[in-house]
Every structure is written in structure tokens, then in C-alpha cells.
């Protein structure tokens, strides 16, 4: 059952690195398969307004990445919806093997498969995870109308999501295990302005409670980093937003990474330690993470991977 | 073993008994003549997903979504993938919760998207967060009981 296909430039992810990388190596005729993951459109596609992408003063996140996908696949890009979970980079030809059965060999590979939302880990957000405890507030926001809801968090994602949220419930309490915000000024104004938001300083989420008939949140507990003092917080959501990690499961063994997983490139490149493996977006960039970065770096990619294939060949 | 499957009409809601040697014949409900699996995901409100839930014993697997959700619409391609591969033993359809927001109180959906898949009138299996074709397809293979 199981097929073979061979391209000169893989593409693994599709977010903006991804399809930018696409829409280069199909004008430069390497006809590119991307292989598009667990997550189709990727990070922004559980975003609204992206206000910062020139072009557009404000786009909704899915529609941009509708719009890339469609881009990529106008200049002639395959796109499957595909997981690689398999990646042998020790030989080339190098070889990925989907979730689809499909082998996929490559000349080339541009691994764009970004960062994605963290968890903390419990055991208790494990089990009610879609049944009240949530990564995406623009997903899931809209069923807390009127209800209390906490968010986990500090940094800009926390903030956006915990005022987002502010739409539909009646109260939201932010907690974070520390004593002030490493979101931007902007929206910390923003925050500290809304009276539906309660922040909890120098907490962490201890447990998510709940019910197991029907199976939904009902609280959380919440332990004081300092004094070990317990508080329950009734809620019918949590929002968990502590921040990303790069989704470097495939090559985290075979690649140099640093700074938390992040894979490493050379200096004013997009080539790993592996030549013929290029790396774009979120999953190299512990800096900048923005859209139009990693559409920089996609394009950047390509070049490469086209500067590569040309050396190979001659 | 029965020898046929029941299966609601999708279109106008009229219960249907299929043979399951012509499940793959494309059958038409004997009521409306809607072809009743065509291998696409259907649209449906909570009324035809009342009487599909309490009498068929073809899969249903229903993914409950909403147009401001980036993941329930980048899944909808997977999904309706899912549904030709799935078809004909089991059926797809979708449901939009912010046009029928009680259907996903009743249903204690609290994220989207959420997958759910009805067997001889009851939940069978439930699964928060998107997935890609080949998962959505082996999900329903794995969870539900296939006819024929």
C-alpha cells in the first residue's frame, strides 16, 4: 500500500515559513511538495486580527493563512495534508515517512514546523483539555458567555487572550507566578484598565477541578509561590497561555538546537548542521517569532535549498 | 447480525434500512430521493442530528465548529477527505454552533473543534482539537462498529 514520492525540496509545516518557502521553490521550477502537519495554517489560525503583516492593517489570522496556502498552491506547490512522523536526515536522498503510509524523499529539506502552545503538564488539564481547559480563546471563547473563566500566564498571549475573553465572561482571573507581566505596555494599559480582570499575582496553577458527570471544569487551585497558601477560584474555562515551544520533535536528535529546543542555523542563513536541511520560522527563531519574520526566513530557505540543489548538480 | 444498516436521511430526516451489500450502490432515501451517502460532508441542524444520534446504527461522526474557529476551517478539508474514505460505511457530517449555540450545551461541548461519533443511539467516542484525514479516518475505524 504504501507509495513513494520523490521531490527535489520538501517542505515540512505550513505556516507563513512554510507556504513562503513553497511560492519561492515552485518559481524556481524545484517543484515542492509541503507536507502540512497536525496543524494546517499553523499558530495563527487560533489568532484574529493580525494588525502587523504589511499589506493588510488588520486581516483575521486564518483567512492570511488561507490566503498563503492558496498562494503557494497557485505557483504550484503540492500540498498534502499530510504528518511526517519519521525523518531520516543521516543519507540523502533523505526520507520522511508520513502518517498516510506515503515515503517521501527529498534532495532538499525545509523543515518549517514552527512552535506550538505549551501545556503545564498536570494531570488534571490533561483530563478536562476540551471540557473546560483550553489553548485557544478565539476557538472557545464564545462558549463562556456570561461564566467565570481564569487564564494562565504572563506574557503577551496571556494578556490578549485574558482581554479577548473579557467579550463573553462575566469575570477572568489572570494568574501568574509573578509579581508583573512580560506582555507589552500597550496591552498591560489595556489589562489594568478592564474591570472584569482580576489578576492573581505570584500564583501557580496547582489543579484544574471539576466534574466527571458530565465531565467539565468547575474551579481551579491555585498555590501562592511564596507562602504555599492555596485559593480556589471558581471557573467554568482555563485558558492556558504560558508560551510556545518549537515543535522540534523530528529532528531535536539529529540537529544542533539551543535555547530551549530552538534549532540552530548559521549566521545570516537558514542552514542547519546538515547540509541540504534548511530551517525556517518559529522553530529556529527564539527572537522575533512574528509572521512576516518567518516569511523571511521561508523565502530565505528556498533560495538556498535552490543555491544547494544547483551546487549538487553541477 | 443484521443485514442492513438504518440510516437518517440527512436532507429531510426520514429513517432509512439499507441492505449492506448495497450500501456502496448509492442509495437514495425512499422519502426525498437525496442520495444518502455520497461520501460529502453534510451541513446539518439539531433536529436531523437528533433523529440520526437516536436511530442510526451507520457511524456518524459530527464535528461541531463555528467560522470564527482557524482550526475548525483548516480542518475542513481533512474532514471532508475523511468522508470519501469513509464512505459508504460511515458518514460525516457538521454542525454550526454558533447558528445552534444550545445544540453544543446539550452536547457539553466546551472547545472546538470537537469530534463526536454516534453509533446505535449514543456518543461513541469524542475528540477535542483538529485533526488531520488519515487520524479523523481512523478514529471512526477504530471507535465505531463498521457495517457490512
Same mark, same amino acid.
Request: with cysteine; proline share 5%.
Given at each position: 500500500?504504501?507509495?513513494?514520492?520523490?521531490?527535489?525540496?520538501?517542505?515540512?509545516?505550513?505556516?507563513?515559513?512554510?507556504?513562503?518557502?513553497?511560492?519561492?521553490?515552485?518559481?524556481?521550477?524545484?517543484?515542492?511538495?509541503?507536507?502540512?502537519?497536525?496543524?494546517?495554517?499553523?499558530?495563527?489560525?487560533?489568532?484574529?486580527?493580525?494588525?502587523?503583516?504589511?499589506?493588510?492593517?488588520?486581516?483575521?489570522?486564518?483567512?492570511?493563512?488561507?490566503?498563503?496556502?492558496?498562494?503557494?498552491?497557485?505557483?504550484?506547490?503540492?500540498?498534502?495534508?499530510?504528518?511526517?512522523l519519521?525523518?531520516?536526515?543521516?543519507?540523502?536522498?533523505?526520507?520522511?515517512?508520513?502518517?498516510?503510509?506515503?515515503?517521501?524523499?527529498?534532495?532538499t529539506?525545509?523543515?518549517?514546523?514552527?512552535?506550538?502552545?505549551?501545556?503545564?503538564?498536570?494531570?488534571?488539564?490533561?483530563?478536562?483539555?476540551?471540557?473546560?481547559?483550553?489553548?485557544?480563546?478565539?476557538?472557545?471563547?464564545?462558549?463562556?458567555?456570561?461564566?467565570?473563566?481564569?487564564?494562565?500566564?504572563?506574557?503577551?498571549?496571556?494578556?490578549?487572550?485574558?482581554?479577548?475573553?473579557?467579550?463573553?465572561a462575566?469575570?477572568?482571573?489572570?494568574?501568574?507566578?509573578?509579581?508583573?507581566?512580560?506582555?507589552?505596555?500597550?496591552?498591560?494599559?489595556?489589562?489594568?484598565?478592564?474591570?472584569?480582570?482580576?489578576?492573581?499575582?505570584?500564583?501557580?496553577l496547582?489543579?484544574?477541578?471539576?466534574?466527571?458527570?458530565?465531565?467539565?471544569?468547575?474551579?481551579?487551585?491555585?498555590?501562592?509561590?511564596?507562602?504555599?497558601?492555596?485559593?480556589?477560584?471558581p471557573?467554568?474555562?482555563?485558558?492556558?497561555?504560558?508560551?510556545?515551544?518549537?515543535?522540534?520533535?523530528?529532528?531535536?536528535?539529529?540537529?544542533?538546537?539551543?535555547?530551549?529546543?530552538?534549532?540552530?542555523?548559521?549566521?545570516?542563513?537558514?542552514?542547519?548542521?546538515?547540509?541540504?536541511?534548511?530551517?525556517?520560522?518559529?522553530?529556529?527563531?527564539?527572537k522575533y517569532?512574528?509572521?512576516?519574520?518567518?516569511?523571511?526566513?521561508?523565502?530565505?530557505?528556498?533560495?538556498?535549498?535552490?543555491?544547494?540543489?544547483?551546487?549538487?548538480?553541477? | 447480525?443484521?443485514?442492513?444498516?438504518?440510516?437518517?436521511?440527512?436532507?429531510?430526516?426520514?429513517?432509512?434500512?439499507?441492505?449492506?451489500?448495497?450500501?456502496?450502490?448509492?442509495?437514495?432515501?425512499?422519502?426525498?430521493?437525496?442520495?444518502?451517502n455520497?461520501?460529502?460532508?453534510?451541513?446539518?441542524?439539531?433536529?436531523?442530528?437528533?433523529?440520526?444520534?437516536?436511530?442510526?446504527?451507520?457511524?456518524?461522526l459530527?464535528?461541531?465548529?463555528?467560522?470564527?474557529?482557524?482550526?475548525?476551517r483548516?480542518? &475542513?478539508?481533512?474532514?471532508? #477527505?475523511?468522508?470519501?474514505?469513509? *464512505?459508504? /460505511? !460511515?458518514?460525516?457530517?457538521?454542525? %454550526?454552533?454558533?447558528?445552534?449555540?444550545?445544540?453544543?450545551?446539550?452536547?457539553?461541548?466546551r472547545?472546538?473543534p &470537537?469530534?463526536?461519533?454516534? #453509533?446505535?443511539?449514543?456518543?461513541? *467516542?469524542? /475528540? !477535542?482539537?483538529?485533526?488531520?484525514? %488519515?487520524?479523523?479516518?481512523?478514529?471512526?475505524?477504530?471507535?465505531?462498529?463498521?457495517?457490512?
Amino acid at each position: 500500500m504504501s507509495d513513494t514520492r520523490h521531490t527535489k525540496v520538501l517542505i515540512i509545516g505550513s505556516g507563513p515559513a512554510g507556504y513562503t518557502a513553497g511560492v519561492y521553490a515552485s518559481r524556481a521550477m524545484l517543484e515542492p511538495i509541503l507536507v502540512q502537519g497536525m496543524e494546517p495554517g499553523g499558530q495563527l489560525t487560533t489568532t484574529t486580527d493580525v494588525e502587523n503583516y504589511p499589506g493588510y492593517t488588520e486581516v483575521q489570522g486564518p483567512d492570511l493563512m488561507i490566503k498563503m496556502e492558496e498562494h503557494a498552491r497557485a505557483m504550484g506547490t503540492e500540498i498534502i495534508g499530510d504528518i511526517i512522523l519519521d525523518l531520516d536526515l543521516s543519507k540523502r536522498p533523505f526520507t520522511a515517512k508520513g502518517d498516510s503510509g506515503t515515503l517521501y524523499t527529498a534532495d532538499t529539506v525545509i523543515l518549517a514546523t514552527g512552535a506550538r502552545a505549551k501545556w503545564l503538564g498536570l494531570p488534571s488539564e490533561e483530563k478536562f483539555k476540551g471540557f473546560g481547559v483550553s489553548a485557544c480563546a478565539t476557538c472557545d471563547g464564545f462558549f463562556y458567555r456570561g461564566q467565570e473563566i481564569v487564564v494562565v500566564g504572563g506574557g503577551n498571549t496571556a494578556v490578549e487572550e485574558a482581554l479577548f475573553l473579557t467579550n463573553f465572561a462575566s469575570k477572568v482571573t489572570l494568574i501568574h507566578r509573578r509579581d508583573e507581566l512580560r506582555a507589552e505596555k500597550i496591552l498591560i494599559n489595556r489589562l489594568m484598565k478592564n474591570e472584569k480582570i482580576e489578576p492573581l499575582w505570584d500564583h501557580q496553577l496547582e489543579e484544574v477541578v471539576g466534574d466527571d458527570m458530565p465531565l467539565g471544569v468547575t474551579g481551579v487551585r491555585a498555590k501562592h509561590v511564596k507562602t504555599g497558601e492555596i485559593t480556589e477560584i471558581p471557573a467554568k474555562g482555563v485558558f492556558i497561555a504560558i508560551g510556545h515551544a518549537p515543535a522540534n520533535e523530528l529532528v531535536k536528535d539529529v540537529l544542533d538546537t539551543h535555547m530551549g529546543g530552538y534549532v540552530v542555523t548559521k549566521p545570516d542563513s537558514t542552514a542547519t548542521s546538515i547540509p541540504g536541511v534548511f530551517a525556517a520560522g518559529d522553530l529556529t527563531d527564539h527572537k522575533y517569532r512574528q509572521a512576516v519574520t518567518s516569511a523571511g526566513m521561508g523565502c530565505m530557505a528556498a533560495l538556498e535549498a535552490e543555491h544547494f540543489i544547483a551546487e549538487q548538480d553541477d | 447480525m443484521a443485514a442492513s444498516s438504518k440510516m437518517t436521511c440527512l436532507d429531510c430526516g426520514a429513517v432509512n434500512r439499507v441492505p449492506n451489500d448495497k450500501l456502496g450502490a448509492g442509495p437514495k432515501c425512499g422519502t426525498c430521493g437525496t442520495k444518502l451517502n455520497e461520501g460529502k460532508v453534510r451541513e446539518i441542524d439539531p433536529a436531523i442530528l437528533a433523529k440520526a444520534m437516536k436511530n442510526d446504527d451507520t457511524p456518524l461522526l459530527v464535528d461541531f465548529w463555528a467560522p470564527w474557529c482557524g482550526p475548525c476551517r483548516m480542518m &475542513a478539508p481533512a474532514f471532508q #477527505q475523511a468522508a470519501g474514505a469513509l *464512505a459508504p /460505511q !460511515a458518514r460525516l457530517a457538521k454542525i %454550526n454552533t454558533e447558528d445552534f449555540p444550545k445544540v453544543s450545551q446539550k452536547n457539553n461541548i466546551r472547545g472546538i473543534p &470537537a469530534l463526536i461519533l454516534y #453509533q446505535n443511539g449514543r456518543e461513541v *467516542a469524542r /475528540q !477535542a482539537g483538529a485533526m488531520p484525514a %488519515n487520524a479523523i479516518e481512523q478514529f471512526v475505524r477504530t471507535k465505531a462498529k463498521m457495517p457490512g
